[in-house]
């Protein structure tokens, strides 16, 4: 066992029994939506994994340990404490563990960790990438170069609409991370299921990743997936709405210069307060979805 890593007993069982286990991230938990909205909703997608036969493995950084499985009270505690609980990244990951400090893990935090653990399959939200401005800002994501290095296949809903798509689709190419899309051959926008921009390749079935993924690490290709879900057709929202109100909320982090890690938990509150919460709805709807294919894709990884 790893000095560092808190496996739930539920979890390692799992492991140890080559079961599928679905990782998840705790940032969405603490930054991503207010109480008491964030505890359901991460009690319900760690619900909806277990429904598909999968076990759920939220992350979070808790008393110098990366807990991998958490329980009903620890979720709840990292709920409340909301925006106080530490963003985390790769680079925040020493200092927020050898500090004892109370950590929500980022995509890139949570690749790191379930990798250490041996877990293969991830779902979030949407990733992060390219900030818009960047050629000026430099504002990238370190979830990106993670994608590069770390063997987790990340199950989400896009790239995070507020970003810019079609560089940070070069950016991942240029890193020689894989695209896919789920049943579809547009790269879905988090909030809508259309973006313009294609993925590299259209999969059809959990199965059919669930080889690509064997394929690759049998090759010894390091680096992670991308496995684009698009947002349930219900809850997609419409995407001249959605690209107002990024273009609004992005103003509005400019005239505050809010910067950095900061940035994505910005401007994801201001675009649901300029959607009267319809985001918020859709947010969590995507979440789930991405929890369901998870879980599938983890299945037919173990079989």
């Known amino acids: ?68 499985g958490l329980s009903e009270d620890e979720i709840h505690f990292l709920a409340k404490k909301g925006t106080d609980v530490v963003k985390t990244s790769r680079r925040d990951l020493p200092y927020i563990l050898s500090q004892k400090i109370t ?22 939200g949407g990733i992060g990438g390219v900030h818009r401005g960047a050629s000026e800002t430099f504002d990238i994501s370190a979830d990106l170069t993670e994608l590069a290095k770390t063997n987790v296949a990340v199950v989400c809903a896009g790239i995070k609409a507020i970003l810019d798509l079609p560089l940070t689709l070069e950016y991942l190419e240029t890193l020689g991370v894989p695209v896919l899309g789920y049943q579809t051959e547009e790269l879905p926008a988090f909030y809508t299921r259309k973006s313009g921009y294609k993925v590299d390749y259209q999969m059809n079935s959990p199965k059919e990743i669930a080889d690509l993924l064997r394929a690759k690490w049998g090759l ?36 505050l210069g809010i910067k950095g890690k900061e940035s994505t938990p910005f401007l994801l509150a201001k675009v649901k307060e300029l959607t009267a919460g319809k985001s918020l709805e859709s947010n969590i709807e995507l979440v789930l979805n991405n929890a369901r294919l998870a879980s599938k894709i983890a299945i037919a990884f173990n079989s």
Request: net charge negative.
């Open 220 to 255: 010894n290709l390091q680096g992670g997936v991308v496995i684009a879900n698009p947002v349930p057709e219900a809850y997609a929202l419409d995407a001249q709405l959605m690209n107002d109100a990024i273009d609004k909320a992005i103003i509005e982090q400019q005239k």
């Open 103 to 124: 950590g929500a893990t980022t995509v890139s935090a949570t690749m790191i960790a379930a990798e250490l653990a041996g877990i293969k399959i991830f779902a979030t």
């Open 1 to 68: 066992m790893h000095k560092y890593l808190d496996i739930h007993p539920k979890v390692q069982k799992a492991l140890d029994n080559h079961l599928p286990v679905v990782a998840l991230e705790s940032t969405i938990i603490s930054h991503g939506m207010p109480y008491p909205k964030n505890f359901e909703t991460a009690m319900l997608v760690e619900k909806t994994v277990a429904e598909q036969g999968a076990v759920p493995a939220t992350i979070a950084l808790i008393d110098g340990k990366i807990k991998v």
